[in-house]
């Protein structure tokens, strides 16, 4: 990002209160006892989901919802699996389904766009093909993909190696994708779990509608205090969408002149707001709502955190100057004040903490090490994530907790 938010944030009120605001209104500062996965996401963010553990450890997080409830809210439509912003998928309430169609409905097209002219496929092809799926799917039972090919016969085409080195051996991811786009058929997780990547698929018949100003109001519920480039970022409109939007959606400055923006309903509340003085621990996904709707890591880092090494990184790279987290991140009033990993062979969390080990910390890193354990059995960072793939990380992090004189764990 070129604006410098903690600048503004001084201005503000202080980094801290800015943070701070951020985790309030990520339901991060304390737990939501008895809110629905439904409500959680209507009211924070919807969650990115890459076949890992993010949206169980923050609607855990939150609201203190176990795998059951959540997997629960899933079969019952509560809460879904979706292609959304930049057609990337993400567990939307129901209230947002129609949105979240319509706001990753370029994806698709923009594939089968890129299909036609590297690979020959016609656009008509793709749509006999998609009148084929619907034909042979049931709104009931889910049919893996395999069996969608053999169902549909000659109409899925193969690509061969052009179609290989571009990621798609035959015609028929096209027609899906853009049949989820419509919301004609969705994806159903084969044992019901949010932490995985098998698929079937069944029809349906979901209203697809929306626009950007219409994200733009979410976006800026969840994420404001933020910036035009911000949501440029979640959203992955152009500019001069983004701004329009942002525009039409009324988002007011934080400070005269600032980039950050917030809702007007909003403001009088952030004037009013104080941060919390006690510190209130969770422990989260690295991918989670409050860092991933800015993707700006270093606003949530003091300066000495953001000059650390990275645990198992490439030599000389410091953990601010990351896109991303590479690990999973222990969140204190908005700021990041440690990383984890799950150890499926020990069984437990290894925790890199920064800040002293408390009672409150220690409590905390128990309550989701137990959750952990007993409800997902890991705590995979995305689909491909395995405790043999994670093991140097994990061994770096304990090697470098032991390092920090009564601050290490496991």
């Not at 009211?43 to 919802?65: D, I, K, M, N, Q």
Request: aromatic residues 6%; charged residues 25%.
């Amino acid at each position: 990002m070129e604006h410098d938010p903690h600048v503004e944030a001084v201005a503000a009120g202080g980094v801290e209160k800015l943070r701070a605001w951020w985790s309030h209104r990520q339901w991060l500062d304390r737990p939501h006892t008895g809110a629905s996965a439904a409500e959680v996401l209507a009211a924070t963010g919807w969650a990115r989901s890459v076949g890992g553990a993010a949206p169980y450890l923050g609607l855990f997080a939150r609201a203190g919802l176990r795998r059951a409830a959540v997997d629960e809210a899933v079969a019952r439509l509560e809460v879904h699996e979706l292609p959304s912003a930049r057609g990337c998928t993400y567990v939307l309430p129901g209230s947002d389904f129609a949105l979240g169609l319509a706001c990753g409905a370029a994806a698709p097209v923009g594939e089968l766009t890129a299909a036609e002219k590297h690979l020959g496929v016609g656009r008509d092809e793709v749509e006999k093909l998609c009148l084929a799926i619907e034909r042979v799917l049931s709104h009931e039972e889910p049919l893996d993909p395999t069996t969608i090919r053999e169902s549909v016969g000659d109409a899925v085409r193969p690509l061969g190696e052009a179609g290989k080195k571009r990621g798609l051996a035959t015609t028929l991811p096209l027609a899906l994708g853009l049949m989820q786009s419509r919301g004609r058929i969705r994806r159903v997780p084969v044992n019901g779990r949010l932490d995985q990547q098998r698929y079937g698929y069944v029809g349906w018949d979901q209203p697809v509608a929306g626009n950007a100003v219409d994200l733009a109001h979410r976006y800026f519920s969840w994420a404001g205090p933020a910036t035009v480039k911000h949501f440029r970022w979640f959203s992955g409109f152009t500019a001069a969408t983004a701004r329009r939007a942002v525009a039409e959606a009324g988002a007011v400055p934080l400070t005269p002149g600032s980039e950050l923006l917030l809702p007007p309903e909003l403001a009088d509340e952030f004037t009013e707001f104080r941060a919390p003085s006690t510190p209130h621990y969770t422990l989260l996904a690295g991918i989670d709502g409050i860092h991933l709707l800015h993707r700006d890591l270093p606003r949530l880092l003091n300066p000495a955190d953001a000059a650390r090494p990275l645990p198992a990184g490439r030599a000389g790279r410091a953990f601010g100057s990351e896109a991303d987290p590479q690990t999973h991140v222990v969140l204190d009033r908005g700021r990041i004040v440690g990383l984890w990993e799950y150890d499926t062979e020990r069984a437990e969390i290894v925790l890199l903490p920064f800040v002293p080990l408390d009672d409150a910390l220690r409590e905390a890193v128990a309550r989701t090490e137990a959750f952990v354990r007993d409800d997902l059995g890991d705590a995979r960072g995305f689909s491909l994530d395995s405790p043999k793939s994670r093991a140097p990380k994990i061994a770096a992090l304990r090697a470098a907790a032991a390092g920090v004189p009564g601050r290490s764990r496991g």
